[in-house]
């Protein structure tokens, strides 16, 4: 069945850090692919989005490519900050209006 | 964005009671979803509630335990009943309000049971 599978964490890094946050998924097909976020006491905030293979999303200086050999759709940005510390998931969807799968989650703390 | 708003935020209850849970959207939307997010872990699907129509629920879980009741096109509630201790989590409803395959989530229910 459908799955994604994310970095396990904690992840702690200094801010002006460089981060990734590797996500692969398994489908047949070519699903949607999104990155969902979770600050501390709030609910979950789409972060970005590719919907199609060779997209690249992005937003709040994240991206992630779709790449569909590697099946993969990692997290990254350049230089994060002591406000971007939060729980962010990767997941996919098959169409609007259709169930979601999510990672497990991984769980960010940037330090100054 | 969605405005979705889902209450109680959070509630401590007894075990062997029931809780009911409210999800609240600015707009009309064809399905809403009701997830379960359990301590440390992802989100799990509980059910897929589309109105006028009995909810379709994911393996491991069953109405008896779960009912879910969706009245209108911007209105659904779950209850978690005969609560034990297991059942202690954020349960948050989500719905693509803009048609466009964008899951939006209300704020949860942080969930206790003692």
């Known amino acids: 069945g459908d799955s994604v599978t994310q970095m396990e964490g904690p992840v702690t890094l200094s801010e002006e850090a460089f981060l990734t946050i590797n996500c692969t998924y398994t489908?047949?097909?070519?699903?949607?692919l999104f990155w969902y976020v979770q600050y501390p006491g709030e609910g979950l905030q789409l972060l970005l989005k590719a919907t199609k293979a060779d997209d690249k999303g992005s937003n709040k200086g994240f991206e992630a490519t779709y790449r569909k050999e590697t099946t993969s759709f990692h997290l990254e940005k350049g230089s994060v900050q002591v406000s971007d510390s939060a729980v962010y998931f990767c997941a996919l969807s098959w169409n609007t209006g259709n169930q979601f799968y999510f990672g497990t989650g991984t769980s960010l703390t940037v330090i100054p | 964005s969605a405005v979705i708003s889902q209450k109680p935020s959070r509630d401590i209850c007894q075990r062997g009671t029931s809780l009911t849970i409210q999800c609240q959207v600015d707009?009309?939307?064809?399905?809403m979803f009701w997830y379960r997010q359990q301590p440390g872990q992802s989100l799990t699907l509980i059910a897929t509630a589309n109105q006028g129509s009995e909810a379709t629920y994911e393996s491991g879980f069953v109405i008896d335990k779960f009912p879910i009741s969706r009245p209108n096109l911007t209105f659904s509630t779950l209850t978690v009943s005969n609560m034990s201790p297991e059942d202690s989590s954020i349960y948050l409803c989500?719905?693509?309000?803009?048609?466009?395959?964008?899951?939006?989530f209300g704020q949860g229910t942080r969930l206790t049971v003692v």
């Open positions: 989500s719905v693509d309000r803009q048609g466009r395959g964008e899951a939006f």
């Open positions: 489908a047949t097909g070519y699903p949607s």
């Open positions: 707009s009309q939307v064809t399905m």
